[in-house]
């Protein structure tokens, strides 16, 4: 009986998607110049579909029919034509608002950019910060704290001023407050509605609005800072090639030379800048809305490059609408933000619980003379001179 029942399901499924394919293969005529089975396919796999057979089906008001005749009032187009017009932004619309946006009566491109927000954000929030997590937990259970592994001199050497450590400081409590209060802005809804209720949420919501908004100063300040006060020692060299090919004696090899900033710190120094830069970009694209088209124009620059192409995509959307440029804009800011993050709990690991004496570096400004040795003894050299140093060895 079962096995009946099986080879029904199985022809009935055939038979289906037999008589879908066919339907697939309607042509556009057959559904009056609509959209036809194929078109909703397509749509509801996720693939790109060709909207020109409504886009420019908008009427023509230039065989408009004279006023004085029967529905020669609608001025050459229908209400469908009408609307649709709207829809792809072809419409000649004034407004007494003379906002940006304010002509734009229908906004084609908001439900993949709800749902990408909603849950696929959600989803590599969970995996890239969880696991990176997890990899450093792991890391930490197998090397165990990378200690200093010489003699201790109790001597120290000033490695940051405090100038240095103001600029880095501004720019952690920043961006951990903007973390933060920018989680909360994202996945607020999904994940702390359910816990504390819309009344508390709205609250914090409203808090965390305001918090992000005007600490990203701070963070953009802090930004400014750490740039000038470090790009020189986070130049690429010779050393740092070398650095890399150990691993830095991350896992227990003796440590490679180094000088102020190991290959590893630079990585970090110049993710911060151009991550946290394009973070900042994006983020004053959010605070001004509809004042800079930062997506239009690349994506138009990229796609007279042919880059898409280079991937097998098709061309990036172009004209955006300003909806549509605030909708990529949060995106990118969202996403950035998310992998600097996951850069940055590797980088406070290290910084605090994963390495011996690296914390006093920022805290105090003073590191033990062994530690600079270890970690970074061009550097030591560098600070002592070569006669001290000399005298060192002796
Ligand atoms: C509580 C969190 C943090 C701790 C404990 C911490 C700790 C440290 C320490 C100890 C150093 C000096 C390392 C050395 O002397 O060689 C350092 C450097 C640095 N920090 Fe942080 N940091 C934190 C958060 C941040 C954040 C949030 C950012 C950026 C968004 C950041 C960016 C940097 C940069 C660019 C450097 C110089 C390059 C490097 O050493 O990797 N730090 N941090």
Do not use: C
Not at 131 to 155: E, S, W
Request: proline content about 4%; glycine content about 10%; cysteine-free.
């Amino acid at each position: 009986m079962i096995r009946f029942l099986s080879l029904i399901a199985i022809i009935v499924t055939f038979a289906a998607s037999a008589s879908a394919q066919e339907a697939a293969g309607d042509s556009r005529a057959s559904t009056g110049g609509a959209q036809t089975l194929a078109d909703i396919l397509e749509r509801q796999e996720g693939l790109k579909v060709d909207e020109t057979f409504r886009s420019e089906a908008t009427g023509n008001p230039d065989a408009a029919a004279p006023i004085t005749n029967q529905l020669g009032t609608l001025g050459g187009a229908s209400d469908p034509e009408l609307w649709r017009a709207y829809r792809f932004g072809s419409a000649d619309i004034s407004t007494q608002s003379r906002g940006p946006a304010a002509t734009t009566v229908i906004q084609d491109g908001g439900m993949w950019w709800l749902e990408f927000r909603e849950d696929t954000l959600l989803t590599i929030a969970v995996y890239l910060l969880g696991g990176t997590f997890l990899a450093l937990a792991l890391f930490y259970l197998v090397r165990g704290k990378i200690r200093i592994g010489g003699q201790k001199t109790g001597r120290t050497i000033t490695r940051f001023k405090a100038f240095e450590r103001f600029g880095h400081w501004l720019l952690a409590s920043s961006f951990i407050v903007l973390g933060i209060t920018g989680l909360f802005s994202l996945f607020g809804r999904k994940v702390l509605i359910p816990l504390f209720g819309h009344e508390t949420f709205s609250f914090i919501a409203v808090g965390s609005k305001w918090v992000h908004n005007n600490i990203a100063w701070a963070f953009i300040i802090a930004l400014i800072i750490i740039f000038f006060a470090w790009v020189v020692h986070n130049l690429p060299d010779r050393t740092d090639l070398r650095w890399l090919a150990k691993a830095g004696g991350l896992f227990g090899g003796e440590h490679p030379p180094a000088k102020k900033f190991n290959a590893g710190q630079k990585l970090i120094f110049w993710a911060v800048i151009v991550l946290g830069g394009s973070i900042s970009v994006s983020g004053l694209s959010l605070l001004f809305p509809f004042e800079y088209n930062l997506f239009g124009h690349t994506f138009s620059t990229l796609n007279s490059w042919g880059v898409p192409g280079w991937f097998g995509a098709s061309d990036l959307p172009f004209p955006l609408q300003p909806q549509e440029e605030m909708q990529y804009a949060q995106l990118w800011h969202a996403l950035v933000s998310l992998i600097l993050t996951a850069i940055i709990f590797a980088h406070i690991y290290l910084g605090s619980v994963g390495m011996e004496g690296a914390f006093d570096a920022m805290g105090k400004g003073e590191v033990e003379e062994q530690w600079a040795r270890e970690h970074h003894s061009l550097w030591v050299q560098d600070v002592l001179g070569p006669d001290d140093n000399e005298k060192e060895k002796v």
